[in-house]
């Protein structure tokens, strides 16, 4: 999105790196004789001259010799150089935008991920009708004064909003969410209250049939307790207590399970 970056890519497209770019001057051994720049992606033909790629394919649709030493060559005996391309790509490069005042130096292949954060970066504002260009280290403050700055309303409803009317912008979307929140607050308080009041509820269960359970046995010892007591004294009316006692007991054990 910014023109320097553009023609200096499609300049590079067509054949080697430029011998410029380099911090020190290249080996001769290194400039392809088809561009003059510095071989990229270098490959080796029969006669053992080494061209970028992209050169010599281009060279060879026209003639099928070498333009170092004219002997017959062929694409099917060209051999990619990937060791002399990997040292290639170690030599320090100078940053492109020094004269904008980068004084940085990566290795070739650094280059990109150098000039994707370069400061000194030319970089077009992109708010339309702007047309400014700014340094990337400057495009903040330029973002913050710009004059046609325009922003999408954060929320989604849809509505483009400038400085001014970003104050003034009553949105409806916010309103909708504020309330939809709220709403979601209520639901899980509501859950929760759902939630205690069982748990009151069953142990509320739990205490009645615990009550039931003890008036139950004092009705039942109460009617056991009657007629063991009018004998009075005795050993036979003892051993018949104690035998009524054991059935209530049995009586007990059935009703709560039920
Ligand atoms: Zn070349
Ligand atoms: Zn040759
Ligand atoms: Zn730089
Ligand atoms: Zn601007
Ligand atoms: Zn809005």
């Given at each position: 999105h910014n023109d320097p970056f553009l023609s200096h890519e499609s300049s590079h497209m067509i054949g080697g790196y430029e011998v410029e770019l380099f911090v020190d001057t290249p080996d001769h051994d290194l400039i392809c004789i088809i561009c003059r720049g510095v071989l990229r992606c270098p490959v080796r033909v029969a006669c053992n001259h080494i061209f970028c790629k992209r050169c010599i394919l281009q060279w060879m649709r026209r003639q099928e010799t070498c333009p170092c030493c004219r002997k017959p060559i062929s694409q099917s005996l060209m051999f990619v150089m990937f060791k002399l391309s990997k040292?290639?790509?170690?030599?320090?490069?100078?940053?492109?935008?020094?004269?904008?005042?980068?004084?940085?130096?990566?290795?070739?292949?650094?280059?990109?991920?150098?000039?994707?954060?370069?400061?000194?970066?030319?970089?077009?504002?992109?708010?339309?009708?702007?047309?400014?260009?700014?340094?990337?280290?400057?495009?903040?403050?330029?973002?913050?004064?710009?004059?046609?700055?325009?922003?999408?309303?954060?929320?989604?409803?849809?509505?483009?909003?400038?400085r001014d009317s970003q104050v003034r912008h009553n949105c409806y979307r916010e309103l909708q969410q504020r309330y939809e929140s709220q709403r979601q607050t209520q639901?899980?308080?509501?859950?929760?209250?759902?939630?205690?009041?069982?748990?009151?509820?069953?142990?509320?269960?739990?205490?009645?049939?615990?009550?039931?359970l003890i008036c139950e046995s004092l009705e039942l010892s109460q009617g056991a307790e009657g007629p063991g007591e009018d004998p009075g004294e005795g050993t036979s009316a003892g051993t018949g207590s104690r035998a009524s006692y054991s059935s209530s007991s049995s009586n007990t054990s059935s009703s709560s399970s039920s």
């Amino acid at each position: 999105h910014n023109d320097p970056f553009l023609s200096h890519e499609s300049s590079h497209m067509i054949g080697g790196y430029e011998v410029e770019l380099f911090v020190d001057t290249p080996d001769h051994d290194l400039i392809c004789i088809i561009c003059r720049g510095v071989l990229r992606c270098p490959v080796r033909v029969a006669c053992n001259h080494i061209f970028c790629k992209r050169c010599i394919l281009q060279w060879m649709r026209r003639q099928e010799t070498c333009p170092c030493c004219r002997k017959p060559i062929s694409q099917s005996l060209m051999f990619v150089m990937f060791k002399l391309s990997k040292s290639i790509s170690r030599l320090p490069i100078k940053c492109r935008n020094e004269q904008q005042g980068c004084r940085a130096t990566v290795p070739l292949s650094d280059e990109y991920l150098h000039s994707s954060a370069c400061p000194y970066e030319w970089l077009l504002c992109p708010h339309p009708g702007c047309g400014a260009r700014v340094l990337r280290k400057d495009s903040q403050e330029h973002e913050r004064t710009c004059g046609h700055w325009r922003q999408l309303c954060p929320m989604g409803c849809g509505v483009l909003l400038d400085r001014d009317s970003q104050v003034r912008h009553n949105c409806y979307r916010e309103l909708q969410q504020r309330y939809e929140s709220q709403r979601q607050t209520q639901r899980t308080i509501a859950a929760a209250l759902r939630r205690k009041m069982l748990r009151m509820q069953s142990s509320m269960n739990h205490m009645r049939r615990q009550i039931g359970l003890i008036c139950e046995s004092l009705e039942l010892s109460q009617g056991a307790e009657g007629p063991g007591e009018d004998p009075g004294e005795g050993t036979s009316a003892g051993t018949g207590s104690r035998a009524s006692y054991s059935s209530s007991s049995s009586n007990t054990s059935s009703s709560s399970s039920s």
